[in-house]
Nanobody, 121 residues
Framework: QVQLVESGGGLVQAGGSLRLSCSVS????????MGWFRQAPGKERDLVAR????????DYADSVRGRFTISRDNAKNTVYLQMNSLKPEDTAVYYC??????????????WGQGTQVTVSS
């Protein structure tokens, strides 16, 4: 099993920044891909960014490319999502997730509980 715990959400004004953290524990050797998702009220959960747990491949959604950066601290087993130039449309619950493959069509196996990000205009 893998446990994921997000933190760092909050309320910020448009144009501001937030950094989300995802603490990863458990059977981490089984992880191949880590991802950040978000879900706004009444909308589907969308992938924001993903990266290879032990590699260098990174993907970003078009809506956040150039504004958001996904990274990790190996020593702390923590994944970060740095969010800059935030917009009201970035308001959502943000989730980190993990899975055992890089295949984009495969489902994520492990999920955190989510953290709320609210961007005011």
């Amino acid at each position: 099993q893998v446990q994921l715990v997000e933190s760092g959400g909050g309320l910020v004004q448009a144009g501001g920044s937030l950094r989300l953290s995802c603490s990863v524990s458990g059977v981490t050797f089984s992880i191949y891909t880590m991802g950040w998702f978000r879900q706004a009220p009444g909308k589907e959960r969308d992938l924001v960014a993903r990266f290879e747990w032990r590699g260098s491949s990174i993907d970003y959604a078009d809506s956040v490319r150039g504004r958001f950066t996904i990274s990790r601290d190996n020593a702390k087993n923590t994944v970060y999502l740095q969010m800059n130039s935030l917009k009201p449309e970035d308001t959502a619950v943000y989730y980190c997730a993990a899975k055992r493959t890089w295949d984009a069509s495969s489902r994520y196996t492990y999920w955190g509980q989510g953290t709320q990000v609210t961007v005011s205009s």
